[in-house]
């Protein structure tokens, strides 16, 4: 049974940074690409950052200069380090892996990120 389990999550102020860690287990396919989507209360989830297998990393436009994906596809961990965190970052963060070129798609539970003074 495949699972993808995050840590990292939790209260910070503005301008602190935080590092979310993933970690997965029971995928025993090759991951093609690995990244982070967060939803806000009441919007939709929306991608922060994805590094795809020989494609480079995208970066949402909201996080571009402030967070910075790092991976290991190998071992099937991804991080997502942020930094000059805003209140407008406050969100559920999933972890997200797709292996077989997207043909699996593996979410993590969520870690809840409060950015507020």
């Known amino acids: 049974q495949a699972q993808l389990v995050e840590s990292g999550g939790g209260l910070v102020h503005p301008g602190e940074s935080l590092r979310l860690s993933c970690a997965a287990s029971g995928i025993r396919f090759s991951i093609s690409a690995m990244g982070w989507y967060r939803q806000a209360p009441g919007k939709q989830r929306e991608l922060v950052a994805e590094l795809n297998s020989g494609a480079g990393t995208n970066y949402a436009d909201s996080v571009r200069g402030r967070f910075t994906l790092s991976g290991d596809g190998a071992k099937k961990m991804v991080y997502l380090q942020m930094s000059s965190l805003k209140p407008e970052d406050t969100a559920v963060y999933y972890c997200?892996?797709?292996?077989?070129?997207?043909?699996?798609?593996?979410w993590g539970q969520g870690t809840q990120v409060t950015v507020s003074s």
């Open positions: 997200n892996m797709k292996a077989e070129r997207g043909r699996y798609i593996y």
